[in-house]
């Protein structure tokens, strides 16, 4: 008899992020294992009925908007399809609204039988005083606890964010799975360069940094231009081309006017899955730099883009902070800086050019470390085998 899944989540395809993406590429390979079914609650959104339709697996949508606004209707929503499917496990991406919803409901579900399981990435379980409505979450802090240490189980996608739900939901160690995010290394992988590509953005000969991320200040990315353009005194040739769109880029745009970067360094905003695929090729070396803002609050509590990197063999320089250090190994697939020290980043870019071989070898063992561990259905796995086990 098939072990039958029930995942939510207010994030997901074809919605971008990277809580989107952990969370269809994760039922996806859980749909995959044998002798497991999966269905899946999102909210309605543009383009879903078209990626519905081609979806692997059966995606129930709701009007769902906002965090405690949607908590009611996914709640009944969960309760609908609990009746009708009942799965044997409800797997959360998200606390809130999701986890709470299934929360109101627990006492249902436990009479039909049915298992509740959170996952957690990192910044969703901080509480600040930051905004209103951050305020708000604070004060209801004590339901995010009874949330979590009623649950049956929960996962965490690094090692940080497992202490985190230690500390900040008091659940014990004991109760948490690490479950790595993971990377399709099919997709993203090594290949020639799309020499158009490189015409277009005049990288022929020419050194190049990438980054992709969503532009916010505690990516680091003013680290990074900080740091490079440290690096064009003795480099002048190098290149450095950031994608991605966010409310930082005016904040970037300024600063990029005051490092006179000029044409060495350019914002290409958003951009496909399959153009970022070739910028990985094009590219010598991926760098983000995220820190932690607390007050925020901000953190990286893995970041997938770093696996797709090194899936394309590329070296990565990478923030020592959050739960980066589980996707990049230092002086294994990449270097890992402080990631606000201009200088000692400066220096990882310079190791990165005058030292092709030990680059090289950062790329080639990235992969093979991604290969290895950091696969969609590595993620998948370790979640079976907790209930397996049971």
Known sequence: MAFKILLTSIDFRPQLGGVATCSYELAKALHEMPDVEVEFIAPEMQGHIEFDQNCPFPVHRAPLSGSFKAVLPMALKILAVCRSSRPDL?????????????????????????????????????????????????????????????????????????????????????????????????????????????????????????????????????????????????????????????????????????LTLGKKVKLLGKISDQELIEIYRLADCFVMLSREDLNAPNVEGFGIVFLEAAACELPIIAGNSGGIPDAVSDRENGILVSPTDIEEIAQAMEEIIINPGQS???????????????????????????????
């Open 90 to 258: 409800v797997i959360n991406m998200l606390w809130l609204p999701c986890g709470f919803a299934t929360f109101l409901i627990r006492p249902f579900l436990f009479l039909l039988g049915i298992k509740q399981a959170i996952f957690v990435h990192a910044v969703e379980i901080l509480e600040s005083d930051s905004t209103k409505k951050k305020s708000i979450r604070k004060k209801i802090r004590f339901l995010k606890r009874w949330c979590f240490q009623t649950a049956d189980h929960c996962f965490a996608v690094s090692n940080y964010t497992k202490n985190l739900i230690v500390s900040e939901c008091g659940v014990s160690s004991e109760n948490i799975t690490v479950s790595f995010n993971g990377v399709d290394y099919r997709k993203f992988s090594p290949g020639p360069k799309n020499t158009n590509l490189e015409a277009k953005h005049e990288l022929a000969g020419k050194k190049t940094f990438f980054t992709i991320t969503r532009l916010d200040d505690y990516k680091g990315i003013d680290k990074s231009l900080e740091a490079f353009a440290l690096l064009q005194k003795n480099y002048p040739d190098c290149r450095f081309l950031i994608a991605g769109a966010g409310g930082d880029r005016p904040r970037i745009e300024n600063l990029l006017h005051s």
């Open 360 to 390: 090289h070898l950062y790329g080639k063992t990235g992969r093979e470390r991604v290969i290895s561990n950091f696969s969609w259905p590595h993620a998948a796995k370790r979640v079976m085998e907790k209930y397996v086990r049971d």
